[in-house]
């Protein structure tokens, strides 16, 4: 008997989301013969995908339980119940992957996972990179919070924070690739666009 409609719904969903991943993963294999850096070559790449792929499974799992459970263990319990915000963080959650979808037509053949040294890909500027430098890591932050709205427990309050923590280190660490490889055209995009949030159009960035 489902118990929880929003959390078997977001679970779903961000099983589709990750699910949409492998197949992009698959697809650049068939492609040009590499996993788009799923593994990363560098070492510190591969060490933090050690804590976060666990940290996806639990984000998919989890609100799968919940909507089953009941009552969850003590780690699972929602620290709070709220109907009306449950199904509003749906909606944005819903939202934020249909955006996701765009982001990853938008980037082609350039989307990757993570930083390869080795390689250069094309620098995509346009569609919803000409508002924030990385959508879709700024995407995935909203999916996790929306999930966090839904099953709020200690569980999901300690995968949320590792999941966004990473994110945002991640950010970083591209934005140092990419500046290495594109130069002065990176600096400047840097300049002009917001990292996660769109930055208020000024005089100077007209």
Same mark, same amino acid.
């Given at each position: 008997? +489902?118990?929880?409609?929003?959390?078997?719904?977001v679970?779903l969903?961000i099983? $589709?989301?990750?699910? /949409?991943?492998?197949?992009?993963?698959r697809?650049a /294999?068939?492609?040009?013969?590499?996993?788009?850096?799923?593994?990363?070559?560098?070492?510190?790449?591969r060490i933090l995908?050690i804590?976060w792929?666990p940290?996806v499974? +639990?984000? =998919?799992?989890h609100?799968?339980?919940?909507? #089953?459970?009941n009552p969850?263990p003590p780690?699972m319990?929602p620290?709070?119940?709220s109907?009306?915000? *449950?199904w509003?963080?749906l909606l944005v959650?819903g939202? $934020?992957?249909v955006?996701?979808?765009?982001?990853?037509?938008k980037?082609?053949k @350039?989307?990757?996972m993570? +930083?390869?040294?080795?390689e250069?890909? *094309?620098?995509i500027l346009?569609g919803?990179?000409?508002?924030?430098?990385?959508p879709i890591?700024a995407? @995935?932050?909203v999916?996790?919070l929306?999930?966090l709205? =839904?099953v709020p427990s200690s569980?999901?309050i300690?995968?949320?924070?590792?999941?966004l923590?990473l994110l945002?280190w991640?950010?970083? /660490?591209?934005?140092k690739?990419?500046v290495g490889?594109? !130069?002065s055209?990176?600096?400047?995009?840097m !300049? /002009?666009?917001g990292? #996660? +949030?769109p930055?208020p159009?000024t005089s100077?960035?007209l």
């Amino acid at each position: 008997m +489902i118990v929880n409609w929003p959390a078997l719904v977001v679970g779903l969903m961000i099983g $589709a989301y990750w699910a /949409r991943v492998l197949k992009l993963v698959r697809k650049a /294999r068939r492609a040009h013969g590499s996993d788009a850096n799923f593994v990363p070559p560098e070492l510190l790449g591969r060490i933090l995908r050690i804590v976060w792929y666990p940290a996806v499974g +639990i984000w =998919i799992l989890h609100p799968l339980l919940n909507s #089953f459970l009941n009552p969850p263990p003590p780690f699972m319990d929602p620290v709070f119940h709220s109907p009306v915000v *449950q199904w509003i963080a749906l909606l944005v959650a819903g939202a $934020a992957f249909v955006a996701t979808l765009v982001c990853w037509k938008k980037m082609g053949k @350039s989307w990757r996972m993570g +930083i390869n040294p080795d390689e250069k890909t *094309q620098l995509i500027l346009s569609g919803p990179y000409e508002y924030v430098r990385h959508p879709i890591y700024a995407l @995935s932050s909203v999916l996790m919070l929306a999930t966090l709205a =839904i099953v709020p427990s200690s569980l999901m309050i300690a995968t949320a924070a590792c999941h966004l923590l990473l994110l945002q280190w991640e950010a970083r /660490r591209e934005e140092k690739y990419l500046v290495g490889i594109h !130069g002065s055209a990176y600096e400047s995009y840097m !300049g /002009r666009v917001g990292r #996660f +949030i769109p930055r208020p159009k000024t005089s100077s960035n007209l």
